[in-house]
């Protein structure tokens, strides 16, 4: 028969396995490992003692990071054979020293007219990947580029005079992941 103290300990375990791993999976760590311990077991020790894991054990700290996101209505395209380009800051403090590990994206129009480009471009529109077949997706080939830089969308339509009718830009957003 299960006791009020072990189902507290249960449920206190499960509770704690699911923070970790969710903490894990944010730091972008590959592989992790958690044992369950009852909690009359969980002790504390200062940090840089002998009973610090980080010392005993030899383990390497995992580095910081974040993430930072912005999204805005994109361009109406009016035109064809001209770029409309969306610019999208970095929001909040990023480090000078934080570089990109990977980015998710995803943009839309109201509809997809033939000869349709799209890019998705890091501080200046020579460092672009093309992104018109995926509305949302992710990629790592900004790594290692400072974090601390604009993302830019450069819509176009390829061939002359006016699209009609416009292609009207909907909400388009970037979230960098970078570590320092």
């Known amino acids: 028969m ?9 449920v206190f375990s499960i509770g704690l396995l699911v923070f ?14 958690v044992q369950l ?13 002998a009973s610090d894991p980080v010392e005993s054990l030899s383990i390497v700290p995992l580095a910081n990071g974040g993430a930072w996101a912005n999204s805005a209505g994109g ?9 409309y380009y969306l610019q999208l800051n970095p929001v909040g403090s990023i480090p000078a020293t934080a570089t990109i590990t990977s980015i998710s994206w995803s943009w839309g129009l109201s509809y997809k007219p033939a000869g349709l480009i799209v890019y998705l471009c890091h501080d200046t529109t020579s460092a672009c990947i093309d ?3 995926l509305q949302s997706g992710s990629t790592s080939s900004f790594i290692n580029r400072p974090a601390n830089k604009k993302m830019i969308y450069a819509f176009g339509v390829a061939g002359s005079g006016t699209l009609y009718p416009p292609a009207y830009g909907q909400v388009d957003q970037v979230i960098v992941n970078y570590q320092y």
């Open 131 to 133: 992104v018109t077949s």
């Open 2 to 10: 299960l006791t009020k103290s072990i189902v507290r300990d249960i």
């Open 20 to 33: 970790m791993q969710s903490a894990l999976a944010q730091t972008g760590s590959v592989a992790a490992t």
């Open 37 to 49: 311990i009852p909690a009359s077991e969980i002790m504390s020790a200062p940090m840089g003692t």
């Open 75 to 83: 361009p109406t395209i009016y035109s064809k054979n001209i770029y």
